[in-house]
Every structure is written in structure tokens, then in C-alpha cells.
């Protein structure tokens, strides 16, 4: 039973143009939501979050966007750049005692 | 630079060997978590610790795995026998946290078991 859903195993995109990333949610009790990226060979790096009290957070060219009556986020990359390819993990917390229900990762590659 | 040290990064066993991994937790963080990321499944949560306590290890398979915290400075996973399903990068995270706090998890680069 999964809990947080990456229905996008990959997804290429320009340089320079917009990567949107999608991750749908069935619990509602889950009420603080991450995104993180992962190199190869390397742990998941903490990008951005967002509470469920907002709509909207942002962070440079990145943004993350909450709908809790669809139970969907999404992250923005604008602009995307070369550097940006990588696997992007997200992350749903709510239950008592910090843990995170992780998706199985959407593949961005941005091509040059 | 604070960071999540792991150790080893790699290891190649044989199938009904004991495999340890160890976890050095970010100084000053109270959470630690253990993930395994399989292709399928992408990141699991095993167990996790919280003031070196164990709170969930409903992740882990029992008869074969174990998770403790001999101090605040080391977190072990052991394998014991292992299995070739058990072949997966397992991460370790640490974090501050308290109960109902929402909190950010910090992971290490993994140790990237082969279990032949």
C-alpha cells in the first residue's frame, strides 16, 4: 500500500525550460511534505519543504506547490539546468514521531 | 562541514554471513534512521531511533535484522544470516526531533551491500 505515489519513473527536459514534478498522497494525516534529490552514489539531499498550512513554497528556481483537497505536490524547476539531472525523492510526514513515507523517485534528466 | 558518515561504502559477501554496517549520526541530532533502496521499492524505512531508544522497527524483518545505538555517536544494522534479497544500498539518516516536530532528515552516502 503506498502511501506517497511518483507516478513518473523519468522525465527529460531542456536545458532552460520548466521541470515539473508531480507526487500524489492518500493519508491525511500527513501534514508536512519534502522533496529531495539524489545523486548517484551519493545519500538524498534535503531541497525544499512545505508545511500544510501553505500553498506555496519557493526557494530560488525551485517551488514546491500543495493541493490538500487533491492530496498532490509538485515541484518546479525554473530554470532547469544540466546540474538539476538527478533522481527526486518525495516525502510525506505527519504520524507521531518524525517519519517519512517516501515515494519511489522520479528520474529528471536535462539535456544540454 | 557536519555530515553523515557510513561505513563501509561497499561490501561483498556470501549468502549466510553476518554483514554489519555502521552509522556515525550528524553531533547534536536525536533521530536516526536506518532506509534500504531497492529498484522496486525505492527507500524503506527499517527502523528508527530516537535518544538511542528504538520506536519503530516494524520495517525490518526480524528474524534476520537488527538495529541498535550503543552510544549517540553509533548506529549499527546487522544482517545475520544474509540473503542475496537482502543485495540493496542501505542509508542511514539523522535528524532533530521531537515528538510532533517536523523535522529534516540528513542522510550519509549509503552502504552498497552485494550478497552473493
Known amino acids: 500500500d503506498q502511501q506517497v505515489k511518483q507516478n513518473s519513473p523519468s522525465l527529460s527536459v531542456q536545458e532552460g525550460r520548466i521541470s515539473i514534478l508531480n507526487c500524489d498522497y492518500t493519508?491525511?494525516?500527513?501534514?508536512?511534505f519534502l522533496w529531495y534529490k539524489k545523486y548517484p552514489a551519493e545519500g538524498p539531499t534535503f531541497l525544499i519543504s512545505?508545511?500544510?498550512?501553505?500553498d506555496k513554497n519557493e526557494d530560488g528556481r525551485f517551488t514546491v506547490f500543495l493541493n490538500k483537497s487533491a492530496k498532490h505536490l509538485s515541484l518546479h524547476i525554473v530554470p532547469s539546468q544540466p546540474g538539476d539531472s538527478a533522481v527526486y525523492f518525495c516525502?510525506?510526514?505527519?504520524?507521531?514521531?518524525?517519519?517519512?513515507?517516501f515515494g519511489a523517485g522520479t528520474i529528471l534528466r536535462v539535456k544540454s | 562541514d557536519a555530515r553523515v558518515t557510513q561505513t563501509p561504502r561497499h561490501k561483498v559477501t556470501e549468502m549466510g554471513q553476518e554483514v554489519t554496517m555502521r552509522c556515525q549520526p550528524i553531533?547534536?541530532?536525536?533521530?536516526v534512521f536506518w532506509y534500504r533502496q531497492t529498484m522496486m521499492q525505492g527507500l524503506e524505512l527499517l527502523a528508527y531511533?530516537?535518544?538511542?531508544?528504538?520506536?519503530?522497527d516494524s520495517g525490518m524483518p526480524k528474524d534476520r535484522f537488527s538495529a541498535e545505538m550503543p552510544d549517540a555517536t553509533l548506529a549499527t544494522l546487522k544482517i545475520q544470516p544474509s540473503e542475496p534479497r537482502d543485495s540493496a544500498v542501505y542509508f542511514c539518516?539523522?535528524?532533530f526531533g521531537t515528538g510532533f516536530a517536523k523535522n529534516i532528515q540528513y542522510f550519509g552516502a549509503g552502504t552498497r551491500l552485494s550478497v552473493l
Open positions: 539518516a539523522s535528524g
Open positions: 493519508n491525511s494525516m500527513f501534514d508536512y
Open positions: 512545505i508545511s500544510s498550512i501553505k
Open positions: 516525502a510525506s510526514q505527519g504520524e507521531y514521531g518524525n517519519k517519512l513515507v
Open positions: 553531533l547534536g541530532h536525536n533521530t
Open positions: 531511533f530516537r535518544n538511542r531508544a528504538p520506536l519503530d
